[in-house]
């Protein structure tokens, strides 16, 4: 193969192997989002009401990625969301799933973590309250969408 006909036919492979994390804010309120690993935390992001934030995924061997999310600023003990996922290159398959700390902020509104609408990617919901830890696995590529007042 010619290199002329490999780095367009790479270029075009890119995006599908870009998958993203991704929060949408459906809320009447904007929350504070702030995306960590084991080796960066990146600065808080507000995301209005009606907002969107993404990243692309990122791969972190040791401990996975948390993108922690609340009403108020990050660096005091209010109610925290945290959507964490781990990402295996090699398989390539995912960990995910939702959690709570110091309390839940969405009460009496639908939390929801899915995959892409054509995948067949287990999703998690939450309605109105937060349920018991539930780890699910994805073998595949896709992006993880958290949606907030999925309602």
């Given at each position: ?21 991704i929060v ?59 959507f964490g ?8 398959d995912y ?57």
């Amino acid at each position: 193969m010619h290199l002329s006909t490999l780095l367009p036919s790479l270029a075009l492979a890119a995006p599908a192997l870009c998958k993203r994390a991704i929060v949408i804010n459906n809320c009447d309120f904007p929350v504070w989002l702030t995306s960590t690993n084991s080796h960066a935390s990146f600065p808080p992001k507000l995301i209005p009401s009606n907002g969107t934030w993404s990243e692309e995924q990122k791969f972190d061997g040791r401990t996975g990625q948390a993108i922690a999310i609340t009403r108020k600023d990050q660096y005091s003990a209010n109610p925290t969301l945290t959507f964490g996922y781990t990402f295996r290159k090699e398989v390539p398959d995912y960990y995910y799933d939702i959690g709570t700390t110091y309390g839940f902020d969405f009460e009496n509104r639908t939390v929801t973590l899915r995959g892409e609408d054509h995948l067949p990617v287990p999703d998690i919901t939450w309605n109105g309250a937060p349920k018991a830890q539930d780890t699910k696995r994805y073998i595949g590529l896709t992006d993880l969408v958290l949606t907030l007042c999925d309602d």
